[in-house]
């Protein structure tokens, strides 16, 4: 069992920049792959980036790549998205999760999940 809190979601205007933490409890962080997902107002929750467990390789979904940073600190078992150059489109509630499976796609399968933080991008 894996207990993850997000924090650092807020207001901020267009092209502007928030970064998101999520805190993992346990011991075996290191031992996960993470990832972030978001829901939009009115919309389905979506993948936004995922970095895996081994080598810290980074996936990201396309509306995202190049201004999204996803990183993680195993020493502080705290996984970490940089946003920048915020459009108001990505406002929605953002959350963490956890991946236990070391098989199959890293964009599905997560089993733990935080309790989410809002993003809102003002135009």
């Known amino acids: 069992q894996v207990q993850l809190v997000e924090s650092g979601g807020g207001l901020v205007q267009a092209g502007g920049s928030l970064r998101l933490s999520c805190a993992a409890s346990?011991?075996?962080?290191?031992?996960?792959?993470m990832g972030w997902f978001r829901q939009p107002p009115g919309k389905e929750r979506e993948f936004v980036a995922a970095?895996?467990?081994?080598?810290?390789?980074?996936y990201y979904a396309d509306s995202v790549k190049g201004r999204f940073t996803i990183s993680r600190d195993n020493a502080k078992n705290t996984v970490y998205l940089q946003m920048n150059s915020l459009k108001p489109e990505d406002t929605a509630v953002f959350y963490c999760?956890?991946?236990?499976?070391?098989?199959?796609?890293?964009?599905?399968?997560?089993?733990?999940w935080g309790q989410g933080t809002q993003v809102t991008v003002s135009s």
């Open positions: 970095i895996t467990r081994i080598g810290g390789n980074t």
């Open positions: 346990g011991r075996t962080f290191s031992s996960y792959d």
């Open positions: 999760a956890a991946r236990t499976s070391n098989s199959g796609s890293i964009y599905r399968g997560y089993d733990y």
